[in-house]
């Protein structure tokens, strides 16, 4: 079974430019997550899919920050205007659809952003 | 507001020693807990979950719960350099996880 994939897994951009990052789950996974994990931090939830639609957004900063998961299946982040605190991985977790029992979730390796 | 805390590191043990690592939360709503290590540069890899009260042992590693005190610990026996990294405790709010702010271990040969 293949991974979650993630791409690209490096970026190097300058403040106020734009960014996007993909991220492919695992084949059927139904819940999709993308996290913020600053350097030294855990990992801070961004906005979390269930199928093509949004279970919960709260965290995410809307003003620059977009997300979307169209078909269900891949999603999209994007940053536009970055800043220099959104330097970070950004990770890309799922989990299947499951009716009971625990929910691990399996992560991809990550997209390092770096705002200079 | 959710709240995961762990205790602050790095933590330092010899080779062989046991290692404590541990984490509260603060919202009695939780259903599941994991334990993630994390080594440097690489994404969070399950090592263990509970969501009994009690204990749970896998191999070198066991989970302890304590939902009366919202209190969750990981302690791994006989520990290695290999498991010099960042353990993350993370909380499941049914499908909503909510990370700690992540503990470093370093085992010294």
């Known amino acids: 079974e293949a991974g979650v994939a993630q791409s690209p897994r490096y970026k190097i951009i300058e403040k106020r430019q734009s960014v996007a990052f993909w991220c492919n789950p695992i084949s059927g996974h139904a819940t999709l997550y993308w996290y913020q994990q600053i350097l030294g931090q855990g990992p801070k939830l961004l906005i979390q899919?269930?199928?093509?639609?949004?279970?919960?957004d709260s965290q995410l900063p809307k003003d620059r920050f977009s997300a979307e998961r169209l078909k269900g299946v891949d999603s999209t982040l994007k940053i536009q205007p970055a800043k220099l605190e959104d330097s970070a991985v950004y990770l890309c977790?799922?989990?299947?659809?499951?009716?009971?029992?625990?929910?691990?979730?399996?992560f991809g390796p990550g997209t390092r952003l770096t705002v200079l | 507001q959710k709240e995961v805390e762990q205790n602050s590191g790095p933590l330092s043990v010899p080779e062989g020693a046991i290692a404590s690592l541990n984490c509260t939360y603060s919202d009695r709503g939780s259903q599941s807990f994991f334990w993630y290590r994390q080594y440097s540069g690489k994404s969070p890899e399950l090592i263990m979950f509970?969501?009994?009260?009690g204990d749970k042992e896998d191999g070198r590693f066991t989970a302890q719960l304590n939902k009366a005190s919202q209190y969750v610990s990981l302690l791994i026996r006989d520990s290695q350099p290999s498991d010099s990294a960042t353990y993350l405790c993370?909380?499941?709010?049914?499908?909503?996880?909510?990370f700690g702010p992540g503990t470093r271990l370093s085992v010294l040969p």
């Open positions: 993370a909380v499941d709010y049914g499908q909503n996880f909510v």
């Open positions: 977790a799922s989990i299947p659809m499951v009716a009971s029992g625990y929910n691990e979730q399996f």
């Open positions: 899919f269930q199928n093509n639609g949004v279970v919960d």
């Open positions: 509970i969501y009994s009260n």
